[in-house]
């Protein structure tokens, strides 16, 4: 129990997911910036965990093209191209036509608000992000209205 008599809120993923989610929060807001030798041994003195959950989770967003893993030599952030931005808006376009598609009888007056509100939030976190701060935040305004579990799952995966 905590100070104030309240169960304490568990954290019940391993220690490899939690290692993961730091570094993909880091790399979304420029701390591991593309190109960035990671020195491993200080991610793993940050965060207070032996070398394996942080090989583990390296291994997964190398799996995903995040990180390079160089054999004996470390690890290096990935820089996203122009061209691999351009697929992904692609695939997202794509994904998104089809959430409307089969969404579109749900469409209401509010959820077309809301819409706007995420559009209008992405134009400022464009507007205010520089290329050498950070990342804009990704968001989808087909959330606002999906009621699909794996496509809301997506979106929470891709997400900051």
Do not use: H
């Not at 929060?25 to 701390?31: I, Q």
């Amino acid at each position: 129990m905590n100070q104030t008599g309240d169960l304490a809120i568990l954290n019940l993923k391993s220690l490899r997911e939690q290692v993961y989610d730091y570094l993909r929060e880091s790399m979304n807001r420029g701390d591991l910036a593309p190109g960035a030798n990671l020195d491993l041994n200080a991610i793993s003195r940050r965060l207070g965990v032996s070398r394996t959950p942080l090989r583990d989770a390296l291994l997964q967003l190398e799996t995903e093209g995040f990180v390079t893993i160089l054999p004996r030599r470390g690890c290096v952030v990935n820089l996203l191209t122009r061209e691999d931005i351009r697929d992904l808006y692609q695939l997202i376009g794509s994904l998104e036509a089809s959430v409307i598609r089969t969404e579109f009888p749900r469409i209401t007056p509010a959820v077309i608000e809301r819409m706007r509100s995420l559009n209008d939030e992405m134009t400022e976190a464009l507007a205010t992000t520089t290329s050498t701060t950070s990342t804009p935040p990704i968001s989808s305004s087909t959330s606002a209205f999906s009621r699909s579990r794996p496509i809301d799952a997506w979106w929470i995966w891709c997400g900051p």
